[in-house]
């Protein structure tokens, strides 16, 4: 199956540009122009990406990137946003709000499709495959089971899920935040150190005798997942 784009934005030249020459690269693409209707259509269309303009009718840009940060469904999925020159402060406040790469406009059509692929390859065997797997440890989403090196390891439905968040995001580190985000939920009221706590008992249930800890607290950013020690 092709991986689908989902273009969000009101110039249609625009659309019509990136929807010609994505199609011809194979993949397939569905667009909303209204703001208010993306998270409609996300939720409908799944798409394996997403091309967001800061500016549109309805919902701004920015706003539908939190949203999409903030569902458990849709979080993993890249974004890449779309501005207008010099907007400076507009690109830190997009990848802050969890947009994985930006582009300013006018841009070269070539760059932003490379800029696609790019993304759908580094997103897409974690996103979508059944099984996880690093440092001995396998995670089948399918049975909702972890093991390690063969042995059943039993992590309750927290713990089941930092660890898939870890796994999604070898080797990158991720902060107390995003980590409360991504498996709590924004909404929750969980402060930092239930982080550190749930992670203590992630590493106790993967860690047994002299195996390796493949968590790593980086001092003062957060922890990462790492696949080799
Ligand atoms: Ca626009």
Redesign the pocket.
Known sequence: MPAKVLIV???ES?VTLLSYNLQAEGYSVVHTASGTDAMMVMQEERPDLIIL?????GLAGIEICRQIRARPETKAVPVIM?TARGEEGDKIRGLQTGADDYVVKPFSVSELVARVKALLRRAAPDRIADVLEGNGIKLDRVAHRVTRFGREVNVGPTEYRLLEQFMENTGRVLSRSQLLDGTWGRDAEVDERTVDVHVGRLRKAIVRGMETDPIRTVRGAGYVFDDEN
Do not use: R
Not at 53 to 57: A, G, K, S, V
């Open positions: 934005e009101d110039e625009i303009d800061w500016m549109l009718p779309l």
